[in-house]
């Protein structure tokens, strides 16, 4: 704790922001009458430049022994202790966290600052008792001991004489308080050194360091500014979350405090891969691989148990976008073992007696939802996607190992489906606003209908929600085991969008909801925006752009949720689907206003890298949209670019391209990899 201002009152004169919009410094400003104290928090190394060369990272293993809810095998946790040991056993730089505070009286009259240098402020946790922590302050240091030094602080290049401070501030005059605090207690000496630190120079290194790390990736340019600085801030926000020895190894891909997990770590993974880190995207595959179970089975996470259908579907997926043979051979005896570990759990299923009802399909837990062992509908999507995806990558490897498989696969899909219109005849149909009534379908196989109708005699109420197992049956589309075009596709978008979600966003975790992906394929372009609109201005932080994994504020600074808004933005830009590439397909209209313009600079796709900028130059009567695909042998058969014209005015004419079969969409016409469309109102 820190505190600035005479103190908590009537007025609360408090804001937060990122340095330029989307860096990672923390501005933090609190007006107290006259007195403007500012603060940027960031962090740094405790001696060496913030430069790449430096950056030694943190060994992915250690990082994995400390993430809330890791599940380690014996085995694994014997390797991360004895990592740790010899860590600690280490002298080593510290990371800093560096605290700049700059105060300022705006008044004609001289007026006083008060200040409290930091301290911890108790031990334990939220479960046990709050003991206060005996420290002391005094020449400039935060002691637990002699030699245990927590902090720095210093006013105006001064070793700060007390704790806590009343500074009289001349008219215009700005004073200044430089604190750091190392990840860990510091001797005196090197807490002395510390002491000796230029912040100014500090920060400054810390913005090109991450300017520099920004670089490496693709740009993306929108006209909406708050969405555009969260495009730019999420990836840093993943990155800070991604653990590992550096400049090479193996990363995991943390979920905020949480450990990595396949079902959620999917979209920091793709999001990588999107941007074109596809190094990055590659070495946090390769945690799953790292720690799989020698019986082939992934489980990273507590009792989740839908993790190694989740790592498949994302290793075929990065392989799409990477199409690199050698690194998908690499993992080859992974993947087998992956599959027939879940094959072999699939043929345990197939009794007689789950006919109709689960036949085939796979029992366990598939989130932290107590009492879930069932069939789980959610469990299996993704097993089926896993399997069917790297199947699909591997086949032209052996066609003899994986062709049987793929048959196999198509059996599974058929199994779930059946259970599915089993379900569907027992559960109860419900009222939808147009006056007809629909069939309804329980979350797991030979269920009753959904649980929060309370088919079944049972507390269902769950993280903040009624809803929250019953929300996941658009899932089935996501996965391929509907078809987003057939009437049970229709059927589960009514009633959810209707029956669970409010504003057209689900309640308790919103992104693990995947109708947004599926309005976006059927040309729902305003269904999509009302979800991510109000997604993400309800779950996420407003001024630092980070977000929480729940509406009552639990889980901060979670970048599952962040990860999958970032991919919705992908999906919104652009979007595969099947040997056609879609653009634009969820953007708002508002982004077409006359002057702006939309840029993807050399971003990645299943069709290569390619870069595109469309400009809105309606004051003269036209929109232009040019193309260039970076990979002449990967070119889609189509393009289809959508335009809504911002005041639904309509076209006149256009060269470059023809009408689509969609309202406001455009079939480019590609030549040599490039093309330019001009649409005319």
């Known amino acids: 704790q820190y505190i600035m201002g005479r103190g908590i009152g009537c007025v609360h004169d408090y804001s937060r922001s990122l340095e330029q919009g989307y860096l990672p410094i923390l501005i933090e400003r609190i007006k107290d009458k006259s007195i403007t104290y500012e603060t940027k928090v960031f962090v740094s190394l405790e001696r060496s430049p913030l430069i790449e060369a430096n950056n030694q990272g943190t060994d992915f293993l250690i990082a994995d022994r400390f993430g809330a809810g890791a599940y380690l095998t014996e085995s694994q946790k014997a390797e991360a202790d004895q990592r740790w040991q010899n860590w600690q056993a280490t002298e080593r730089e510290e990371t800093v966290a560096y605290l700049q505070t700059t105060i300022t009286n705006s008044d004609p009259a001289p007026r006083y600052a008060w200040y409290k240098a930091p301290r911890p402020a108790y031990v334990g946790d939220s479960k046990t008792r709050r003991i206060p922590i005996n420290c002391a302050f005094s020449q400039g240091f935060g002691r637990f001991s002699d030699d245990r030094v927590f902090c720095t602080v210093k006013l105006n290049d001064l070793p700060l004489s007390q704790e806590e401070i009343a500074v009289l501030v001349k008219p215009g005059e700005t004073i200044v308080i430089d604190v750091a605090i190392p990840h860990q207690p510091v001797s005196e000496a090197r807490a002395r050194a510390l002491l000796q630190q230029n912040l100014t120079e500090r920060l400054q290194a810390c913005r090109t360091y991450w300017e520099n790390r920004r670089s490496e990736a693709a740009r993306i340019e929108i006209p909406e500014k708050p969405v555009y600085e969260m495009l730019q801030a999420g990836p840093i926000h993943l990155d800070i979350s991604t653990y590992g020895n550096q400049p090479e190894g193996t990363l995991t891909p943390t979920i905020g405090v949480y450990s990595a997990l396949g079902s959620e770590s999917w979209p920091i993974i793709l999001y990588f891969d999107s941007i074109g880190l596809h190094d990055k995207a590659r070495r946090c595959i390769q945690y799953f691989y790292d720690k799989q179970h020698n019986n082939g089975f992934m489980r990273n996470f507590g009792s989740y148990m839908l993790e190694t259908g989740a790592v498949l579907w994302v290793t075929a997926e990065h392989y799409a976008y990477t199409r690199d043979d ?89 199994d779930i489906r059946d259970s599915l219109v089993n379900n569907l005849a027992k559960g109860p149909v419900v009222p939808l606003n147009d006056g007809t009534w629909c069939p309804t379908c329980a979350p797991w196989a030979g269920g009753n209908g959904p649980v929060s109708l309370y088919t079944d005699s049972h507390n269902w109420y769950t993280h903040g929600s009624f809803v929250t197992r019953d929300s996941h049956m658009n899932t089935l589309t996501f996965c391929g085991i509907i078809d987003a075009e057939e009437s049970l596709a229709e059927l589960f978008m009514q009633y959810h969008c209707e029956l669970f979600f409010h504003k057209n966003v689900r309640p308790s975790q919103p ?101 595109l900028t469309v400009t809105s130059k309606l004051d003269d009567g036209f929109i232009n949209a040019d193309i260039r695909f970076h990979d002449l042998d990967r070119i889609p058969v189509s393009v289809v670019i959508r335009l809504p014209h911002p005041e639904e005015k309509t076209v006149r004419s256009l060269s470059g391209g023809t009408l689509s079969e969609r309202p406001d969409e455009y079939l480019i016409d590609i030549k040599q990899g490039q093309a330019s469309l001009v649409v005319h109102y």
């Open 511 to 611: 992104y693990y909801a995947r109708h947004p992906y599926l309005h976006l394929l059927r040309g729902e372009a305003k269904a999509f925006i009302k979800n991510y609109y109000n997604a993400l201005t309800s779950l996420a932080d407003r001024e630092t752009y980070s977000f929480w994994e729940h509406y009552f504020h639990a889980s901060p600074h979670k970048t599952h949720e962040e990860g999958c808004f970032l991919m919705e933005s992908r999906w919104m830009l652009y979007l595969e689907a099947g040997d056609t590439l879609r653009l634009l397909q969820g953007v708002p209209s508002r982004w077409l206003k006359a002057g702006q313009s939309i840029r993807l600079d050399d971003v990645a796709s299943y069709f290569g890298h390619f870069s």
């Open 326 to 414: 050698d690194w998908l051979m690499s993992l080859m005896p992974g993947i087998h073992k992956a599959c027939q570990y879940l094959l072999a759990w699939r043929e345990n299923n197939k009794r007689p007696e789950l006919k109709g009802k689960g036949y085939g399909m796979l029992e366990g837990r598939s989130s932290d939802t107590p009492d879930d062992e069932s069939r789980m509908y959610l469990l299996n999507a993704y097993t089926y996607k896993g399997l069917a995806e790297i199947a699909k990558a591997c086949l032209s490897l052996d066609p003899d190992c994986w062709q049987p498989i793929l048959d196999e696969i198509a059996l599974y899909r058929q």
